[in-house]
């Protein structure tokens, strides 16, 4: 939706009417932005981003209603031109790499400073195409991949955590044990792992296999 020339349009959804209306007073404080529509619940997202086709979509990761990673999985295939920005206020590796995955531009926490908020709602509307995260420290340090990992991607990997063959990982999923190789030649590359082992321990660590832990795998000689 076009409110002006140089004028970025955004939706803003969350259930929080307090911190909504809020947020909404200080990103219309910069004159760059004009908040097009609020909701505040998951229906409300699709709806609105349906009828107003903003340039940005901003939403909380809990809300009622539909859940977060469908509206943007749905809203990334019907109205690709909305930049998607996460808000969150839990920073758990698995949740933004599922976020991301299923098309986010950005994935925010909550604590963030004024400056960041603005600085990555114009940046994903002029650098479309690259992903924003602004999340604590000790996120980051975990070896999360430098691009999301594909659900197909994700169920080779838990399988080879389970100790599965690659024979039997094809035979699981109804794939050949080439495509196999493939998809954890991919994960390695985006894991910057070397091994099996390697690539299972840097995806248990970073949590993007879930209920899986370092603790719980298989002695590495089963891998070998």
Do not use: C
């Amino acid at each position: 939706m076009n409110v002006g020339s140089g004028v970025i349009s955004v939706v803003l959804v969350d259930d929080h009417t307090l911190f909504r209306e809020g947020l909404a007073e200080l990103i219309e404080s910069d004159t760059t932005f004009h908040i097009v529509a609020q909701g505040s619940n998951g229906a409300d997202a699709l709806v609105l981003v349906t009828e107003h086709r903003p340039d940005v979509l901003l939403v909380d990761v809990e809300m009622p209603g539909p859940d977060t990673q469908e509206i943007v999985s749905r809203l990334r295939r019907e109205h690709p031109d909305t930049q998607i920005i996460v808000l969150s206020m839990h920073d758990k590796p698995s949740l933004v790499q599922g976020m991301l995955e299923r098309g986010a531009a950005a994935y925010l926490v909550k604590t963030i400073a004024r400056q960041e908020l603005i600085a990555a709602m114009r940046s994903v509307v002029t650098s479309q195409g690259d992903i924003l995260l602004a999340v604590p420290r000790h996120t980051v340090d975990k070896p999360l991949p430098d691009r999301p990992l594909t659900a197909r991607e994700l169920e080779v990997l838990q399988l080879t955590a389970l100790a599965m063959s690659n024979a039997q990982i094809g035979k699981r999923l109804q794939i050949s044990e080439g495509t196999v190789k493939r998809h954890l030649t991919t994960v390695y590359a985006k894991l910057h792992a070397v091994s099996r082992i390697d690539a299972i321990r840097k995806a248990t660590t970073a949590r993007l296999i879930p209920g899986i832990t370092p603790e719980q795998l298989p002695n590495s000689a089963t891998w070998s």
